[in-house]
C-alpha cells in the first residue's frame, strides 16, 4: 500500500507500507516499508510498549493459512460477477509458508458441487493460480494439484510462470524475511 506522505518542504511522496502482525483483533498497524529492518530491534519497546493496549509482533514468516483463505474469500464476495479468480503467488525468498494449504483448503470448502457453489450448474466458480515462485519445491506436487482439481471438478487450474500477468489477487510470500526494504519492483505485480 503506498500513501501519501508530506515531506518535509510541503512535497508530498508515495511512501510504501506493510500491514504487521498485532496483538489486537480489531486494529491493524501499517509499517513504513522502508523501515523494515526496525522491526528487528525490540518492537516492543517505545510507543507499542502496550500502553495503547496494542503491541506489535513483528514481521510475520508468511500468510498463514486462514490469511489465505479469508484473503481468497474476500476477493471473490468483491468479485461476485466474475466466475474465474486469479490468484499470483511470488516469494522474495525461499522459505516456507503454508499458502499452498490455505489455497488447497479454501477450493476444497468451495469449489466443484452445487452444495459448495450454487451457481455451479450455470457457470461454477474457478480459481487461476499463477505461480510465480522461482523455486519449484515451494509449489504443490503433480499429485496434489490433480488430487485437488479431482475433488473440484476442473475448477482449479495451477500454473507455473514467471510472466507478469494481470490478476484479482497477489500474495507475496517471506516478504522482509531477508529484505530489509519494501521497494517493489518497476514492473511487480499490481
Known sequence: LHLPCIQPGGRTELVPFVSIRSSSPYWGVLWNGRCLEDLNDSPSSGL?????????????????????????????????????VSVAITSYTPGASSCNEGIIEWCQDNLGSVEKDDWAPAGARRLDILDMRKKEALSPSSAIIADMTNKTNASVRWFRTQEKMKCDLSIIENLGQHQPRFDPPSRGLK
Request: net charge positive.
Open 48 to 84: 507499542w510498549g502496550g500502553d495503547w493496549g496494542i503491541s506489535i509482533e513483528g514481521a510475520s514468516n508468511g500468510f498463514n493459512k486462514a490469511q489465505v483463505k479469508m484473503a481468497i474469500s474476500d476477493v471473490r464476495e468483491i468479485r461476485t460477477a466474475k466466475n474465474l
